[in-house]
């Protein structure tokens, strides 16, 4: 197997610490990312490998995680826009203006992608979108409220999160697949993780409960997609393009095929990143 450079966000815990083991022990250069310095440094010393923090909940910290990586790796292989999350009963908007959940999910790690773009194309690479479930049976997908002005639920606004990254995924393969670069976007499943333990979102419940190890997967078990999208040939071991769970191609919302509506998402994505206030 050909070594990748590798770049993870959100590897500070969950399935991105997972992943993060998992490739780094198959011998792939690993770059770990996480908002947390203190649970991102543990890991990249675990692991001997080169680490950033970032937070996402801050676009001026996107941008210099793209700059910092430009300039220390003039390839990379995979992108695994890993870093995300569903926040609290009320909603809550970012130092930049944009509701929490839009901005960390997608809005963040589309930022980072285009960034790295010049990069990403000369290395011929594949960007892998953690995605969830969540697109398909949560969301209710408006282009004039993505951020969700009118009718805030954290559930809602975490499925629209993901069926955007799907979207972004399928129009970034549109865009680039010419160029080699490649995307797929994912599933994990639910994992007993500490992923969404704040009240109010609709599954703290869940992931508080006393048996959540007993009844869901385990984070190395909802990692392996990621290992298995990161270490494959794309277009050889699996086809690109797509949304997967299980290491298989699944359905995703019925919307994730509007070819429309993903290069709206884009462009009006690009509008909003170009407005926003300099440094932001």
């Known amino acids: 197997m050909a070594q990748k450079v590798i770049v993870i966000t959100g590897a500070s815990d969950g399935i991105g610490r997972a992943a993060a083991r998992r490739l780094h022990a198959d011998g792939h250069e690993v770059v770990v990312v996480g908002r947390s310095p203190q649970k991102t440094r543990s890991l990249a010393d675990e692991l ?3 680490h950033h923090v970032a937070d996402f909940a801050d676009l001026a910290s996107a941008r210099s995680l793209a700059a910092d990586l430009v300039a220390r790796h003039p390839r990379i292989d995979v992108l695994a826009n ?3 999350g569903i926040f609290g009963r009320q909603r809550a908007v970012t130092v930049d203006g944009h509701e929490m959940t839009f901005q960390v999910d997608y809005l963040a790690p589309f930022l980072l992608t285009q960034h790295l773009m010049p990069t990403l194309v000369a290395s011929k690479a594949t960007v892998i979108n953690t995605s969830s479930l969540a697109n398909r049976i949560f969301s ?7 951020e969700s002005e009118r009718r805030y639920r954290p559930i809602r606004a975490y499925g629209n999160a993901k069926l955007a990254q799907v979207l972004f995924t399928k129009e970034l393969e549109r865009r680039y697949g010419a160029e080699g670069v490649t995307s797929t976007a994912f599933h994990p499943g639910a994992i007993a993780t500490n992923f969404s333990v704040d009240e109010g979102t609709g599954m703290a419940g869940l992931y508080r409960w006393r048996l959540r190890d007993l009844v869901m997967q385990s984070p190395e078990q909802g990692a392996s997609t990621l290992v298995f999208l990161a270490e494959g040939e794309p277009g050889v071991d699996y086809p690109t393009g797509l949304y997967y769970t299980r290491s298989r191609p699944a359905r995703a919302s019925r919307l994730a095929d509007d070819a ?3 290069r709206d998402l884009w462009d009006r994505s690009v509008a909003m990143l170009e407005a926003a206030p300099a440094g932001r």
């Open 48 to 50: 001997g490998v080169e």
């Open 82 to 84: 890993n870093a995300g």
């Open 140 to 146: 209710r997908f408006d282009l004039d409220d993505l």
């Open 260 to 262: 429309d509506l993903a």
